[in-house]
């Protein structure tokens, strides 16, 4: 325990999957005391079992900046878990500064970050929440850290029922190659950031699996995985976006997800880093051990 932290750690969202993952990262693989734990989140009954541990639960809501003084009080470092406020822009930026600055009253000592790859002059309509937060965290009087998190592995369960019910996987990423890399591990990440006194200070980590495959090769993957074929077809931004209406999705959406396609096939999401293990000193989950965990969610989407 010499090298970890002595006061309070504190993770924020703590209810969410990430946030969760966290908790049992810093209790189970890290073993941080329960007693040197604070969550916060807006469901604190979600949190119960653990609260039955001895973590300190409180109810914090980024939207409600009179709740964060009592949720911070105390914190020594702070994860600052980034909200699911996707499709508003501009509303995740203000929710993450009213929390910055409830950390700067509460003298919290260092903010680690959930960021995403290479937010500046990304396609993506929510990279300038991100990079705002990280300009906002560089501008403040304590130590941060940033992890820009690579797409999850878990995020092809946004699509994969519709793509496995009609046999076809419409794309415009082109040849563009993701790096992605299991949540658990980003979250493993995150504990390990949290707790370490001098390993991870005002640094950005791009945290990413140890392999980046296109989308043809994520589909023969996750096809071999559920036993089913899955044909890759190449469409325009615009072809893609006006598909997705046609099935149902609001444009918005529609213009968001495409707009992670545009991403890939920027090559903005291909890069593969050493930051994980630079962070937790393992190696990340491999793309074929996911799967094979996950085969029968997979085969069942
Ligand atoms: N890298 C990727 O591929 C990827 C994919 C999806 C999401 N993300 C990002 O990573 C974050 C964590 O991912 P996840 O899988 O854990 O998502 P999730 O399960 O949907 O969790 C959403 C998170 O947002 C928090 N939140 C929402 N509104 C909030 C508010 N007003 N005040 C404080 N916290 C609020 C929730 O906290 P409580 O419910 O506990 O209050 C929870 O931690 C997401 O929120 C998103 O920013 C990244």
Not at 43 to 62: I, N, W
Not at 63 to 69: F, G, I, M, S, V
Request: hydrophobic share 45%; net charge neutral; glycine share 10%.
């Amino acid at each position: 325990m010499n090298s970890f932290v002595s006061g309070p750690v504190l993770v924020t969202g703590a209810s969410g999957h990430l946030g969760r993952r966290v908790l049992d990262h810093l209790l189970e693989t890290l073993k941080v005391p329960a007693g040197g734990i604070i969550a916060t989140t807006r469901k604190p009954a979600a949190l119960a079992d653990l609260a039955a541990l001895g973590v300190t639960v409180r109810q914090a809501d980024f939207e409600r900046p009179d709740t964060l003084a009592a949720a911070f009080a105390g914190a020594r470092r702070l994860l600052l878990i980034s909200t699911d406020a996707l499709d508003r822009p501009g509303v995740r930026l203000a929710q993450h500064e009213n929390a910055i600055a409830a950390a700067v009253k509460a003298g919290v000592e260092h903010v680690v970050y959930t960021s995403m790859p290479r937010p500046e002059g990304s396609p993506i309509p929510f990279a300038p929440d991100h990079l705002g937060t990280e300009q906002a965290l560089a501008a403040s009087p304590f130590g941060w850290t940033v992890l820009r998190n690579c797409w999850y592995f878990e995020n092809i369960f946004l699509s994969l029922h519709h793509t496995l019910a009609i046999g076809k996987w419409y794309t415009s990423a082109g040849d563009g190659r993701i790096a992605h890399i299991a949540r658990d591990d980003t979250a493993r990440a995150a504990a390990a950031a949290l707790v370490a006194e001098t390993r991870a200070q005002n640094g950005i980590y791009t945290l990413t699996g140890a392999e980046a495959f296109t989308t043809a090769e994520i589909a023969r993957l996750v096809g071999e995985t559920a036993g089913r074929s899955i044909e890759v077809v190449q469409v325009s931004d615009e072809a893609l976006v006006q598909g997705m209406v046609a099935g149902g999705l609001p444009e918005g959406v529609a213009r968001l997800f495409t707009a992670f396609d545009t991403n890939t096939r920027m090559g903005r999401v291909a890069a593969i880093t050493d930051d994980f293990r630079a962070l937790t000193g393992v190696e990340p989950q491999r793309y074929g051990a996911w799967l094979a965990a996950n085969r029968a969610a997979i085969a069942g989407a």
